[in-house]
Each structure stands twice: as structure tokens, then as C-alpha cells.
């Protein structure tokens, strides 16, 4: 599976975006899907991942009740909301493809990996 994040950008704190992510191939609809993310100087951390159908979810602490990750299986896209950002929401995006149905928030259990998109959340 191969993946490109878009829908990044500049936003005031308390602002919102929503990412994008387009798959290509035909094992998207099989895959787990997930967000991680890095802010300069720290590591890859796990943000949201959904599963195949979209009824399983999980997020991390920081950012429960404030981001929403979803998927379009006709589409091959999986997108996360993001609304009552914050500044130490800066980091870059990256969207991650997980070959089994079902979500983790273990970065190992992630083999794609798109580009990643730049997310700045000013105060």
C-alpha cells in the first residue's frame, strides 16, 4: 500500500484541520489504518488508528475527544479531523497502513508509511 497525506497547514490554536490520506492497492479495505506523528527533536508517537470497517477506534490520551479518525473504503482514504488544536499539536503527520484488520498503536506493527505533512498550531 502506498500513501500520501495531505491537509496540512498553518491554524491558530484552538483552530481545526482535517488530514487526508490516499491509499493505493487493492488491500487497503483489509488494512488497520493509523496517525502518528513527530515533533522536532522527539519521537514517532502514536495518535489515532482505526480499523478495517471503521467501527474500531483508538486514540491517545492527549488527544481523545479532539481528533476523529475515519475511513472511506471506496474511496481508499482515511482522514483525521482535528479540531481544539493546540500548539504542542505541531508536528509532522504521517498516515501508516497496518497489514491486519484491527488497530494497534505500536508503531512496529505499521510497515507503510506515507511522506508525512507538516501540521503548525500557532498560540
Known amino acids: 500500500v502506498q500513501l500520501v497525506e495531505s491537509g496540512g497547514g498553518l491554524v491558530q490554536a484552538g483552530g481545526s484541520l482535517r488530514l487526508s490520506c490516499a491509499a493505493s492497492g487493492r488491500s487497503f479495505s483489509t488494512n488497520a489504518m493509523g496517525w502518528f506523528r513527530q515533533a522536532p527533536g522527539k519521537e514517532r508517537e502514536f495518535v489515532a488508528a482505526v480499523g478495517w470497517s471503521g467501527a474500531d477506534t483508538l486514540y491517545t490520551d492527549s488527544v481523545k475527544g479532539r481528533f476523529t479518525i475515519s475511513r472511506d473504503n471506496a474511496i481508499n482514504t482515511v482522514y483525521l479531523q482535528m479540531n481544539s488544536l493546540k500548539p504542542e499539536d505541531t508536528a509532522v503527520y504521517y498516515c501508516?497502513?497496518?497489514?491486519?484488520?484491527?488497530?494497534?498503536?505500536?508503531?512496529?506493527?505499521?510497515?507503510?508509511w506515507g511522506q508525512g505533512t507538516q501540521v503548525t498550531v500557532s498560540s
Open positions: 501508516a497502513g497496518r497489514n491486519s484488520l484491527y488497530v494497534s498503536r505500536w508503531r512496529a506493527d505499521f510497515g507503510s
